[in-house]
């Protein structure tokens, strides 16, 4: 059950936020070299890895798809990411979550590409303060892309939702465990196609559609970030 705590003062959160603000973004991409591709993602003390390891023969066979390459992905948390250890291993979250970041991300791959094929995408939460699904399909396109995974688009993520009655985005796990509602939100930015929306909590119908307006707006941004990052990729590389 949430409780509802005072989250706003004066206009400002907790850290010192406007409402429609989101905590410093930082990219990285390369980061694991043994990877195919890898990338970091941090929303301010939320930080995601992803590694990419793919498209690869899949073993055994009999799970190989004659049509398709299959699209595996992993989500963890460190039992050090949060301030109550986690028991390792994965658990009831960390399937779903799994499965929603391979949803958000296959509607950019060309799976079709790779017939008998797999790609496995690992993304791991370091650190978890709020808004760690959303921080991993970041990581996660911008691994892709390191790898050099043909894509329609990047996905771009971020979590909006309501607190102590405000209208917000990119929560803290303070503000995500006592809010009204929250919504997790990812999308082809080019492509203007959604492909992950989860929410938690009531909203009217106004507020939902200024919700969905945050979180495109937000994920605009974080859009520019990531190709900001590719492109400085490439620059090395010449
Ligand atoms: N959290 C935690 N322990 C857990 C799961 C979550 O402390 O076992 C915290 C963590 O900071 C996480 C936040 O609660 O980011 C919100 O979790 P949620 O399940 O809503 O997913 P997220 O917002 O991380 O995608």
Same mark, same amino acid.
């Given at each position: 059950m949430k409780?509802?705590e005072k989250?706003?003062?004066d206009?400002k959160?907790l850290d010192?936020?406007?409402?429609?603000?989101?905590r410093?973004?930082?990219m990285?991409?390369?980061?694991?070299t043994?990877?195919n591709?890898s990338?970091?993602?941090k929303?301010?003390?939320t930080?995601a890895?992803?590694?990419?390891?793919g498209?690869?023969?899949?073993?055994?066979?009999h799970?190989?798809?004659s049509?398709?390459c299959?699209?595996?992905?992993?989500?963890?948390?460190?039992?050090?990411?949060?301030?109550?250890?986690?028991?390792?291993?994965?658990?009831?979250r960390s399937?779903e979550l799994?499965?929603?970041i391979?949803l958000?991300?296959e509607p950019?791959l060309?799976l079709?590409d790779?017939?008998?094929?797999?790609?496995?995408?690992?993304?791991?939460? $370091? @650190?978890? !303060? +709020?808004?760690?699904r959303?921080?991993?399909i /970041?990581?996660?396109?911008?691994a892709?892309? =390191?790898?050099?995974?043909?894509?329609?688009?990047?996905v771009a993520?971020?979590?909006?939702g309501?607190?102590?009655g405000?209208?917000v985005?990119?929560l803290?796990?303070?503000?995500d465990n006592?809010s009204?509602?929250?919504?997790?939100?990812?999308?082809?930015?080019?492509?203007?196609?959604?492909?992950? $929306? @989860?929410? !938690? +909590?009531?909203?009217?119908?106004?507020?939902l /559609?200024?919700?969905?307006?945050?979180?495109k =707006?937000?994920?605009?941004?974080v859009?520019?970030?990531?190709?900001k990052?590719l492109?400085?990729?490439?620059?090395r590389?010449?």
């Amino acid at each position: 059950m949430k409780t509802r705590e005072k989250l706003i003062v004066d206009g400002k959160r907790l850290d010192g936020r406007l409402p429609e603000q989101l905590r410093t973004i930082e990219m990285k991409t390369g980061v694991v070299t043994r990877a195919n591709g890898s990338a970091l993602m941090k929303f301010g003390n939320t930080i995601a890895i992803a590694s990419v390891h793919g498209p690869r023969a899949l073993f055994p066979r009999h799970l190989q798809e004659s049509e398709t390459c299959l699209l595996r992905c992993r989500y963890n948390m460190a039992p050090f990411s949060v301030d109550e250890r986690k028991s390792p291993g994965p658990d009831r979250r960390s399937v779903e979550l799994s499965k929603v970041i391979r949803l958000a991300l296959e509607p950019t791959l060309f799976l079709e590409d790779f017939p008998r094929a797999t790609i496995d995408v690992y993304v791991e939460i $370091l @650190q978890a !303060d +709020g808004s760690t699904r959303v921080a991993g399909i /970041n990581a996660a396109s911008l691994a892709l892309a =390191d790898a050099g995974i043909p894509m329609r688009d990047l996905v771009a993520a971020c979590s909006v939702g309501k607190i102590s009655g405000t209208l917000v985005v990119d929560l803290t796990a303070d503000e995500d465990n006592n809010s009204e509602a929250d919504l997790a939100f990812a999308m082809l930015p080019s492509k203007k196609k959604i492909t992950l $929306l @989860q929410m !938690d +909590g009531i909203l009217t119908k106004e507020e939902l /559609n200024k919700l969905l307006k945050l979180a495109k =707006d937000s994920c605009e941004k974080v859009y520019e970030t990531q190709k900001k990052v590719l492109k400085e990729k490439y620059k090395r590389v010449e």
